[in-house]
């Protein structure tokens, strides 16, 4: 087999597995406008809006909506700021202790959340945590904090130490060198914990679904499970809105950040001008 014949074979495998991705979305749009939508892919006989307008008017949607960004979002803050603060000493500070952290810091990162859920949930009953956002934020955050560390460590190990060192000779203390030179410096690597967290507690379904009971409570994640009715029956139409509205948050936050994740850390010979 010649070269150009390996070529095509690769256009060959990579156009299949380019449609094997598209035609998912593809249906979701498509049913989504449908007011007859069903689990097959099909031009829509009528084309409408009445699927958006039917889940944005429901209440509970609005509110599990909100309240999946809400979990979200404070969960992504408390990570980059608790990462941030923990990834300065391990990565400035010669620490003897340190290589044994890290290594503990990953294992805890392949570490499945379902394997001490039950443990989390009979805790959570004895300190009445159960049914209460905040609790769900709080076991989220530890779950994900070990990744968000050890992505942080790294991305600061690749600021310039001799450009800290310029501000302490300048006056500068070490909280200020912080926030006024190490910080900005890595925002990219800030965007990219922040946007992994919420993507990831965006997505969870397992963790609201187990430490909450209130229907009122539920995150958009679970939602989207309860327009799969009992015997078979599934609402395509709503469901297929509900999901494009679902993908917004995380589409929108990726677009946004795009200008500072692709800006990267070429800072080599920042110290010297």
């Known amino acids: 087999m010649n070269n150009k014949q390996v070529n095509y074979l690769h256009y060959i495998v990579l156009s299949f597995m380019a449609l094997t991705f598209l035609l998912p979305l593809v249906w979701l749009v498509a049913a989504s406008l449908d007011p007859n939508a069903s689990d097959a892919l099909k031009t829509p006989a009528a084309?409408?809006?009445?699927?958006?307008?039917?889940?944005?008017?429901?209440?509970?949607?609005l509110r599990a909506y909100w309240v999946g960004f809400v979990i979200s979002f404070v969960e992504s803050l408390a990570v980059v700021l608790l990462s941030?603060?923990?990834?300065?000493?391990?990565?400035?500070?010669?620490?003897?202790?340190?290589?044994?952290?890290?290594?503990?810091?990953?294992?805890m990162t392949a570490l499945p959340m379902i394997a001490?859920?039950?443990?989390?949930?009979k805790m959570y009953l004895s300190l009445g945590l159960l049914d209460k956002i905040w609790g769900v934020i709080l076991y989220l955050s530890a779950s994900s904090l070990p990744y968000g560390l050890w992505l942080m460590k790294n991305f600061m190990d690749a600021v310039p130490q001799e450009l800290e060192e310029a501000?302490?000779?300048?006056?500068?203390?070490?909280?200020?060198?912080?926030?006024?030179?190490?910080?900005?410096?890595?925002?990219?690597?800030?965007c990219t914990v922040f946007i992994y967290t919420f993507s990831k507690s965006w997505g969870n379904f397992f963790v609201p679904y187990i430490l909450l009971s209130s229907a009122s409570k539920m995150p958009a994640s679970v939602k989207l499970y309860q327009?799969?009715?009992?015997?078979?029956?599934?609402?395509?139409?709503?469901?297929?809105?509900?999901?494009?509205?679902?993908?917004?948050?995380s589409i929108l936050l990726y677009i946004l950040s795009q200008n500072y994740m692709s800006k990267g850390f070429s800072l080599s010979g920042a110290a010297k001008g």
């Open 47 to 61: 084309w409408t809006m009445g699927n958006f307008v039917s889940v944005l008017t429901e209440k509970s949607n």
């Open 84 to 107: 941030c603060l923990a990834a300065y000493p391990l990565s400035r500070y010669k620490l003897s202790y340190k290589k044994a952290f890290m290594n503990i810091i990953l294992f």
């Open 116 to 121: 001490v859920i039950v443990p989390v949930y």
């Open 167 to 190: 501000a302490w000779v300048d006056g500068a203390t070490t909280m200020k060198s912080i926030t006024g030179v190490v910080l900005p410096l890595m925002f990219p690597g800030i």
């Open 227 to 249: 327009f799969f009715g009992q015997y078979g029956l599934i609402d395509y139409g709503p469901l297929a809105a509900y999901s494009i509205i679902y993908t917004l948050p």
